[in-house]
């Protein structure tokens, strides 16, 4: 008798760095292929000198206008895409108009070209993406960021009921992690329940395979964030989260 077994393929938009870029060592390791992209070509070179057997990599600005045809590229070199991965993002409460472009208009145009292509081809799939904890209720110290994490998760839903509508075999995932010492971070200040990157990406790494809809990652901020939903809108103003304090230790 023979037997067939097709190798899985996950594409991850934003491996070049942090968790993104754990997350594709994990997944090689665990014997996928994987098409990863990001703008630091470098980075792309070093990741793929790993295991170029089991890497493609393209370089992808998920704010120029030409990202979902490079994607389109990167899927047809692959041999095909069963997990769509979106972990690009920025932190840069300093520069809205970048923060928007990135985690908001990025974030749509990639996971809406993810959605197009496997609505064609409609087998069983999924596409996987990053919000955060920090988009559960708007935080003063990062208008911005938390406004743009908040869309994200909300995207996610409304892309949840449109394939649900249109009966395709297509899971969607939110995953929330807490804080997590990566580049994102500043180096200079310690978060508030502050996790590291292994474990964190380890619950990446199950949550992305799992069937739950939304992953919060870590157990305080599972926590916290299903008390945020009990807090009223005149008592939220009031409450001023220690998001950080100054210095690691
Ligand atoms: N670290 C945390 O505490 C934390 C907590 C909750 C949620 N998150 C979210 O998790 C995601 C990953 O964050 P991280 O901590 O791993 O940060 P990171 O180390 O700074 O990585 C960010 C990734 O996003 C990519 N990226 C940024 N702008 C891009 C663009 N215009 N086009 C394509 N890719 C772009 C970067 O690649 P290039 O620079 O090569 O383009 C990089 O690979 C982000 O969405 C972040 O908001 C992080």
């Known amino acids: ?7 899985k393929k996950i594409v991850i938009m934003g491996a070049t760095s942090g968790l993104g870029l754990n997350l594709a060592k994990m997944f090689v390791a665990a014997g996928w292929k994987v098409g990863a992209c990001g703008r630091n070509e470098s980075a792309l070179a070093r990741l793929k000198a790993q295991e170029p057997s089991r890497i493609v990599t393209a370089a992808i600005d998920i704010t120029a206008g030409d990202a979902p045809e490079r994607l389109e590229r990167l899927i047809a070199e692959l041999g095909g895409m069963d997990i769509y991965f979106h972990g690009s993002g920025i932190l840069r409460e300093s520069d809205f108009e970048a923060t928007i472009a990135t985690n ?41 960021y938390s406004a ?18 249109e009966r395709l075999p297509l899971r969607i995932v939110d995953i929330r992690p807490g804080w997590t010492r990566t580049p994102l971070l500043d180096g200079d200040k310690h978060y508030l329940f502050e996790m590291d990157e292994e474990t964190v990406c380890c619950g990446i790494f199950r949550a992305t395979l799992r069937s739950r809809r939304v992953a919060i990652i870590g157990l305080r901020w599972q926590l916290l964030c299903a008390l945020q939903h009990f807090v009223p809108a005149w008592l939220w103003e009031r409450i001023h989260l220690p998001l950080w304090r100054d210095g690691r230790n």
């Open 1 to 7: 008798m023979y037997f067939c077994i097709m190798e």
């Open 148 to 165: 743009t994490k908040a869309y994200d998760a909300t995207f996610l839903e409304a892309m949840r009921q449109r394939a649900h509508k």
């Open 104 to 144: 908001v208009g990025g974030f749509t145009r990639m996971i809406n070209a993810a959605y197009d292509y496997f609505s064609l081809s409609r087998q069983p799939a999924r596409i996987v993406a990053i919000s955060s904890i920090a988009g559960t209720r708007g935080l003063a110290e990062l208008a911005c």
